[in-house]
């Protein structure tokens, strides 16, 4: 287990379900495969793209045994480890401290409104009870009621060692940029910074950042390494194009529309629903209460599959729309 | 024990800690106590002001416990099982279904965006799962990512049975009007409505709700009855006054200048420095990731409380700053 | 003009606009004369219920002068002047400085991000052109980017005079609990706090406030006037009936279905339809780039208007769809 | 006057005021001269940073001819004409269509709250009243209540020639690349998109927009230009490098922290300080309500000048601290 710090494609692993909701632990082998095959860097599970809001901590426990077992210590795998406050994730730190991780993810606080000193201390606190574990700040103000670490939080904390990366998901380059140019300044180079921000990865890469993990990173996990490797290799107009078409595969989260979905849902619901018509996984299934894709949704996604150059595998299950949450028959 | 809706006063009771951040079960019991003393009709653990966020799973039952223990029957106990979806509510739900509890109280979904079906499903299938218990949804729209239950979303769901009741914390008297409104034209007189804005409950009761979650009435719990009491015999500029008088008493909330804190750290920890100065809790510490309010803002705290008519407990511990989290240490 | 300042029923008054998206001056006149028959204590010309975000100077004019001489000193009228920022509101208070008018309206700032200070200084500088002019502020966050006074801002610039009162449209209760309570503590007696919020007058009056500027009143003046009268008269429960008996009234701003609309055209369009439907003004188009009203709409307004016990006027015109703008033959 | 959109660096100029608040027509000759001496593509008159909201429509007119007269037709001229709606932008629009402008720039309708279909016809308003007009619609979501152009909207717009181009400062670079790639898609090879983020432009310009309007652009015109031309060059790495050197020059936006101040005016208080400094304009002067920078900050504004290599002019006025507004005095 190494805790040199995780750079490249790290994909935030979706969490497979079967029909019954319960982790589909053989999908998780499959897709964790996928993504070795094509050359990615590290896995991340239980991120925002693996369902962790929806998992009971038994859940959880099975998904991360699952991917690190797939993942056979060929790439690092870190595991999120999010809750409303910090005794929360305290427990979930210790349920997976033993584990051969290469770190935790850990987003602001949620739920109660807190504030920079407090924000500051929840990764102090994280890092003081298993101070050989590497902690990742995971940035996505909109899903924590609008918390934010500064770039003065996310430096102070490097320079003290509570934490050794961000992934900044706030969708500004901008944002991204004043990370970058702080942490030259000072002189905190082994501190790694990925964007969560999967249509702009070129832009991201050309400021410096040293890595990105993108959802649609389940989907296309190649498409990611060749953007990633063509902009390392200085040839940004190539990175570009393949961000482009990358782009033009993401619409799939704009599908979903047969019924009200949330953004949730619908974006889950298609990365699920591309993978399972990919051959990585059993069930396209999404945690309850979510409503399910339908049928004409899928097609919709498969079209765009194709149109990106993704050729669906005969080997995928035909599997009848599944409604794990009662929810198509409940309404 | 009855499954009766819970109507008046029904006070958030507070979750007091000691200073190693453990529950203080001894203190849970006094404080509980305290509002059987003072006439509340019912006590809600693990809402918001009970730092239900800020607590592990083991902690929560220990505080549930606590307080059914010193409640003995004598007056209604709601318990708060709130988390960010459907699955993980339910593991919380398990945990406390067989306890003499007379229901329990679920916010919407957070963390992920959902959808109005969305929401309804949470509640539909926590009510499918233990029928028998009584369920009240939480509205409190800023707490989570602006989740909200439509008036058509809560009526729905109250004439299928899944909800018995609604705390309302929006801070709108229309919205609680629409909701009123739209229960006496459906017939759905025993839905309960519930305001949490402790500012504004003469308002409410004008409007025509049921009852207050008042988190303020862990300081001043008979204050809250007398108004609750007044407005009930019909007499509400007697009602006002007595409002009147909380609202300046809620300044406490806005102490907590000695240094940057978060809304919720400044509002529960001058909720607790009350108690505590007011002889029901011996520590005012709240939990981790907390600033603590100083002693120079607890005896602002206090001189709030005598402008309110409130007399601190001669008994009451004169605690030194406590510190749970090395927080006033470690800046 | 009378410097006294406005309490009671201020109804923002419509301007009414004839097919050509021009101020037509006779509706003007006559709507405000409905308003006086009903009893209303003041109307207030360019508010945003009155457009003036849609209208031009001049037209802004034609509006002042038709209502102007239509009240003929027989209630105050109140002018809005709000722009951008203070040299554009100078602008427009010179435009009415010399006419008879009670007072004039401001918003804070909008567009530009401004500041507490900043904003005091507006008014104050507004204060300092036209010294004998009374104005009023207008709290209303949604529609300035968020810009807000707090109490502190609204009562350091009443004890300088600045100010002569306060419309809050903020919607929250416990705020005008707040500016009413710390009134009472400065012995600001004369200054003046209107409610915005015409859903919920009863509770604001119950609360202290000294009147209302519903927007709802330009189509039912009279039920506001009974409302206020109950409310002062003490019979609180009459005031409540008749409250909720506008707020059924007010559903007419959710009609507007047949298209996208906005908020604002959807609810202007509904108070013009319902105000021609009574009889009070000759077309019910809304200002460029509004969209209209359908026929099918207008049907859904006069149903509801009959249902709150409002009886459309045989002598409406029966007005085809107006389209001023094009809008409804461009989409 | 042509008609040939505007591609490159375009500066929306600063307009220059005097210490009595009105505009200093002799610094705005300056200034442009400054923009066309440093080889910018363009000169937008009265945008956000050129204080539009702050001027009433004499000193707007007086801003208009003095950029005009000093452009002289050597670069093109853009005039803002934003306003609350359709009526009071086409007043602006009368006022300046028979100038040898370039084009208008136009936001959505603020203040009220409007729809899509409303945002369309705004612009197909103003476009129809006067069609030779080149109109550039200008997106900035926080300034105008969150109303927003979906790539729809400008797509739809720019087929039927209603715009011929956009600047978008939504800060979002994933927006920005899908509006290039469905411009590319719908093959509307001439429509134009300009930035306005003036940190990322080397993102932008690798996406493919055509230019960018840098409000930083009055500081430093010569390094946006010298960006601008490494790009189109293919040279990313140097326009990265001139990029950050302009990102550190942009801290002069964070001072001004001597007394509370909006944003606008702390920010537009540094670029007039910064030009002031640079012998561009004679006065730093911002208009009324704005908090004014002190002399301390002008000083902090001239080292960070320093530090990204411009040299303070030795003939720069030394001026006193300018108070148009009387805010110093009065606090």
């Known amino acids: 287990m190494s805790q040199e710090p995780v750079r490249g494609v790290v994909v935030p692993v979706i969490t497979p379900l079967d029909p019954d909701g319960e982790v589909d632990e053989a999908s998780m082998a499959s897709q964790v495969e996928r993504l070795v095959d094509a050359g990615v860097h590290g896995v991340f599970v239980l991120g925002t793209t693996g369902e962790f809001p929806f998992l009971t901590d038994a859940q959880r426990a099975l ?4 991917a690190l077992g797939a ?7 870190l595991v999120g480890v999010a809750d409303t406050a910090t005794p929360r994730v305290l427990d979930h730190v210790a349920a ?4 051969p991780i290469a770190g935790v993810v850990v987003t602001a606080p949620f739920y109660a409104a807190t504030s920079s000193p407090e924000i500051r201390q929840h990764f102090r606190l994280i890092h003081r009870e298993v101070p050989r574990l590497a902690v990742y700040a995971y940035e996505n103000p909109p899903r924590v009621n609008g918390a934010s670490l500064s770039t003065a ?3 102070a904390l490097a320079e003290e060692g509570a934490i050794v ?3 900044d998901s706030s969708g500004s380059d901008a944002r991204l940029r004043q990370h970058v140019l702080e942490r030259r300044r000072r002189s905190l180079d082994d501190f790694v910074i990925l964007t969560g921000s999967e249509l702009t990865v070129d832009c991201a890469l050309l400021i410096g950042v040293d890595g990105v993990v993108p959802g649609l990173g389940n989907v296309d996990p190649a498409g990611f390494v060749r953007l990633y490797d063509a902009a390392r290799a200085g040839d940004l107009l190539a990175a570009r194009a393949e961000q482009e078409r ?7 989260v704009t599908i979903g529309t047969e019924q009200p979905m949330g953004g949730s849902s ?5 990365f699920k629903a591309a993978v399972q018509a990919l051959g990585g996984i059993a069930h396209r299934c999404t945690a ?3 409503v399910q894709l339908g049928d004409a949704d899928v097609a919709s996604v498969v079209a765009v599959l194709r149109r990106a150059g993704l050729e669906p595998s005969p080997h995928a299950a035909p599997t009848a729309v599944t409604d794990p949450a009662g929810l198509l028959a409940a309404r």
């Open 246 to 252: 990358l782009f033009e595969l993401f619409d799939i």
């Open 165 to 167: 990366g961000l992934k």
């Open 266 to 270: 619908r974006a889950l619901g298609a």
């Open 288 to 290: 309850a209460p979510a």
């Open 63 to 66: 998904a991360v045994r699952a």
């Open 153 to 155: 939080d996310v430096m």
């Open 96 to 99: 997976v401290a033993d584990l």
């Open 71 to 77: 993942a056979a210590g060929r790439i690092p795998v």
